[in-house]
């Protein structure tokens, strides 16, 4: 990919970031659409379209979400720990191994997850 595109994407995934905290969720989307086709590989922006699900209670929507930057990039410790607590929130105490090997992974990629340590530790 060129590094252009990858600065576009960028650009674009910071606007929207601008959006979100004042809460302009049609110009956050419009921002998030340019910076996947600047970079359709853009983890950030699949793990944040899953908070942004998470936060109006669509967990399986946010966990594919998380999947998907999961899979765009296996080291990212924030969305481990984003699927994991969407997790939490839908699946029954016999898949709580699910989400504590979500925590783990979070913790072990960065140690400096506290919300991640604390809840593994606590279910």
């Not at 921002?31 to 669509?58: D, M, S, W, Y």
């Amino acid at each position: 990919m060129e590094a252009s595109n990858l600065e576009q994407a960028q650009v674009f995934y910071n606007q929207g970031l601008a959006h979100l905290k004042s809460g302009n969720l049609d110009a956050v989307i419009e921002c998030f659409r340019e910076a996947l086709l600047f970079n359709p590989n853009f983890a950030e922006v699949h793990n944040t379209i899953g908070l942004i699900q998470f936060q109006i209670e669509k967990y399986e929507n946010a966990i594919q979400l998380f999947d998907n930057a999961l899979a765009m990039n296996p080291n990212f410790a924030e969305a481990y720990n984003n699927r994991g607590l969407a997790r939490s929130k839908i699946c029954h105490k016999s898949e709580y191994s699910q989400v504590i090997e979500d925590y783990t992974k979070a913790i072990a990629l960065n140690p400096n997850l506290v919300q991640a340590f604390f809840i593994s530790n606590h279910i």
